[in-house]
């Protein structure tokens, strides 16, 4: 079965600093996908990063990069130049991509992400 | 705002009572997926839809949960005799290339 741990229930990062946050995975699939959200106090879950298990280059979107370690089933999250607004519960997802079980995504417990001025 | 609305926001209601929430999903978009969040916790698949038809159901989803999608366009979360135990946030999302949430019902059951 999939499982994904984040072991950091919560960070601190001073702004305008870089920050990683921790994800590993579990499972015997050969293709899925990696995702991570972001969930500001308001609730909605904001898509963040995408890696596909096939992909050769770690996945980037701006302040986002996804550092993809397949041997060691890990995904971090790098946060560049933090922002006061980053500040939000940060989840890690995985999906496995077979039609059979229709792209579920399964999440991790999440990391409070807090930026100190 | 992805496009994924979810009505309504919030609801309180009391023990017993009986619920129904409602999706409304990025028109183009063929799957859609209800998940649970309680709190502190990540979300957990609850089911999931192509078009029309209900694919897959996890065992979260007990005999007083139903859902469905007509038409394959909106879709509707029902509770049935609500439990205290069903306090959650419920979330929807639909599918492009990725899964787009929207902002959620937070159900509080008194």
């Known amino acids: 079965a999939q499982k994904i741990t984040q072991t950091q229930p919560g960070m601190f990062v001073q702004e305008k600093e870089a920050v990683t946050l921790d994800c590993t995975y579990d499972t015997s699939d050969q293709s899925y996908g990696l995702f991570w959200y972001k969930q500001p106090s308001s609730g909605e879950m904001i898509f963040l990063i995408y890696q596909g298990s096939y992909d050769e280059q770690n996945a980037t979107e701006g302040r986002y990069s996804l550092n993809f370690q397949k041997a060691r089933k890990s995904a971090n999250l790098v946060i560049s130049a933090s922002q006061l607004g980053d500040s939000a519960m940060y989840f890690c997802?995985?999906?496995?991509?077979?039609?059979?079980?229709?792209?579920?995504?399964?999440f991790g417990a999440g990391t409070i992400l807090r930026v100190k001025s | 705002d992805t496009g994924v609305s979810q009505d309504p926001r919030h609801k309180i209601t009391k023990r017993g009572q009986n619920v129904t929430f409602r999706c409304d999903p990025i028109s183009e978009h063929n799957r859609l997926y209800w998940y649970r969040q309680t709190l502190g916790q990540g979300p957990e698949f609850l089911t999931y839809f192509q078009n029309e038809a209900q694919l897959e159901k996890s065992r979260l989803l007990s005999d007083r949960f139903s859902a469905e999608r007509p038409k394959g366009s909106f879709s509707t979360l029902e509770i049935q005799r609500t439990e205290q135990g069903d306090s959650a946030m419920y979330l929807c999302?639909?599918?492009?290339?990725?899964?787009?949430f929207g902002p959620g019902t937070r159900l509080t059951v008194t």
């Open positions: 997802a995985m999906r496995e991509d077979t039609m059979e079980y229709g792209n579920k995504l399964v």
């Open positions: 999302a639909s599918q492009g290339a990725e899964q787009y």
